[in-house]
């Protein structure tokens, strides 16, 4: 039963610490999703790769934000310094190509302080 | 404008009080509606994907149909293990676009 991982699945930290998630993809997927979830924006893309290379990060907060697939198992996204408005549930997602059904992780749970 | 809207945002039932959820959507040139069940607590599971006007899809007690405006997931006999967010996506700007979801809560 092939799923997307991530870890960790919740994370406290304090105002200006960095916090970097994990994604592992479904094997054989070679896009690869990263979305913020919150209770007043819902679902927000926030960067997507294709085979490895990063298409659109236009979704997320440059000065800040950054993602990466260092290889075709491993996706991050870093968030440095964190802020309080952070706060929410990250979720990576895995296809077969943009416009195939998508596959969500389980999600990171971010709280930060 | 392009959006996709979902209404009602929340709903309530009876087990076995069958309902439909709706998902409008303004885009020029449909390429896929997508619809996702989410747990409190987890990430959206895949339930159907719908391309042209007419298609049909069934799964268990869900039955999802797609017209040229919108899109409706019927729900029929619901047990209280339905009770989910219902979501809805397509493809804005190239990217999936979710709506705000409807909460879904069968009552034994």
């Known amino acids: 039963d092939a799923r997307v991982t991530q870890t960790p699945r919740h994370k406290v930290t304090e105002m200006g610490q960095e916090v970097t998630m994990r994604c592992q993809p479904i094997?054989?997927?070679?896009?690869v999703f990263w979305y913020r979830q919150t209770m007043m924006q819902g679902l927000e893309l926030l960067a997507y790769f294709r085979n490895r290379a990063p298409l659109d990060d236009s979704g997320m907060p440059k000065d800040r934000f950054s993602a990466e697939m260092p290889d075709a198992t491993l996706a991050t996204l870093k968030i440095q310094p964190s802020e309080p408005r952070d706060s929410a549930v990250y979720f990576c997602?895995?296809?077969?190509?943009?416009?195939?059904?998508?596959?969500f992780g389980p999600g990171t749970r971010l709280l930060v302080l | 404008e392009d959006q996709v809207t979902q209404s009602p945002e929340a709903l309530r039932l009876q087990e076995g009080e069958s309902s439909s959820l709706n998902c409008s959507y303004t885009?020029?040139?449909?390429?896929?509606l997508f619809w996702y069940r989410q747990d409190p607590g987890k990430g959206p599971e895949f339930l159907f994907t719908l391309y042209s006007a007419g298609e049909e899809k069934e799964k268990e007690r869900l039955k999802a149909t797609l017209t040229k405006k919108e899109s409706f997931l019927h729900i029929t006999a619901p047990k209280p293990e339905d009770s989910a967010t219902y979501l809805c996506a397509v493809f804005l700007n190239e990217k999936l676009t979710f709506g705000t979801g409807t909460r879904l809560t069968i009552i034994p």
């Open positions: 885009v020029s040139g449909l390429r896929g």
């Open positions: 997602a895995s296809g077969r190509d943009r416009e195939e059904t998508q596959y």
């Open positions: 094997l054989g997927h070679n896009t």
